[in-house]
């Protein structure tokens, strides 16, 4: 794990082209079907799901990114999942899988993403060495899924804010070199390691970026974030506005409920953060 950690750096250059998508045959389809370009999935009984399935090759030992829209507008009975097999037995020890649970799907689609490393053959490979990319659900209401694609990638790189990194820079730096102690005898030492891109605990936003909804700002942090320069924009809704200098303020739990008590204005950012108006911040913190 250490290793994988030090190894995350600031990329030298754009990223690779990626491969085209490598679903471009007939699905075969069980309790399944398509409509005008989306697919639906529902099955009465878990125990026989929804599947749609493609036979595909993928080359192990590379890099490849599984990508689809999501939602479910009566709500998802069960979760639903996108993954490569790399046989045609429909079965692996370690699948290649994107999975969405019932708290992620809503009515609104969703883009959902995962990057993998394909596996070895398996042992009922075909001659013409294919795998499987299936689409499995065992939800009672009705799943629809758009846009699905296989390509072949790159991992994912890290968001450089603000630029404040150098090209090559490693993103965490290990702090206790020596390691720690630790609790179970004969575990290895404690390293601990500091995000050099996580933002300050507070900071002035010198910028609105007003955009429909919540959910638009969910998607928009999610998979559009490059487009945006966080330590100094923030996103925000229009109810948000309000005419005064904007602060942002980094997840903190206690922060948050203390602003509730005081019945400060104060809005949470999804999960990466709050919003809150310049002069109001929790004091003594």
Not at 48 to 76: F, M, N, W
Request: hydrophobic share 35%; glycine share 8%; with cysteine.
């Amino acid at each position: 794990f250490r290793r994988i950690i030090e190894s995350v750096r600031i990329p030298s250059g754009p990223p690779a082209p990626e491969g085209p998508n490598l679903l471009g045959g007939e699905w075969t389809l069980h309790r399944a079907e398509l409509r005008g370009g989306c697919m639906c999935l529902r099955t009465p009984w878990r125990w026989s799901p929804a599947t749609a399935t493609q036979t595909v090759t993928a080359q192990p030992g590379h890099i490849y990114r599984i990508a689809l829209d999501a939602r479910a507008t009566d709500g998802a009975g069960n979760y639903i999942s996108a993954e490569y097999l790399p046989d045609s037995s429909l079965w692996s020890s370690n699948p290649a899988m994107l999975r969405i649970d019932i708290e992620r799907l809503g009515p609104h689609w969703r883009h959902f993403e995962w990057t993998f490393r394909a596996p070895d053959a398996g042992p009922v490979q075909d001659a013409a060495g294919s795998g499987t990319f299936r689409i499995l659900t065992g939800s009672d209401k009705p799943i629809e899924v758009r846009n699905v694609l296989l390509r072949r990638s790159h991992w994912p790189a890290p968001i450089n804010l603000g630029g404040r990194l150098e090209p090559g820079d490693a993103v965490y730096i290990d702090r206790t070199p020596a390691g720690l102690p630790s609790i179970m005898p004969g575990d290895p030492p404690v390293h601990i390691y500091e995000n050099r891109l996580c933002l300050p605990r507070w900071f002035p936003v010198e910028e609105e970026v007003c955009l429909s909804d919540n959910e638009q700002v969910i998607e928009t942090l999610r998979w559009k974030a490059n487009n945006f320069d966080l330590t100094r924009q923030v996103l925000i809704t229009p109810f948000d506005r309000r005419g005064q200098r904007l602060v942002f303020v980094s997840e903190n739990r206690e922060a948050f409920e203390t602003v509730a008590r005081r019945k400060r204005t104060f809005r949470r950012a999804n999960g990466m953060g709050a919003v809150t108006w310049h002069g109001r911040l929790p004091t003594g913190r």
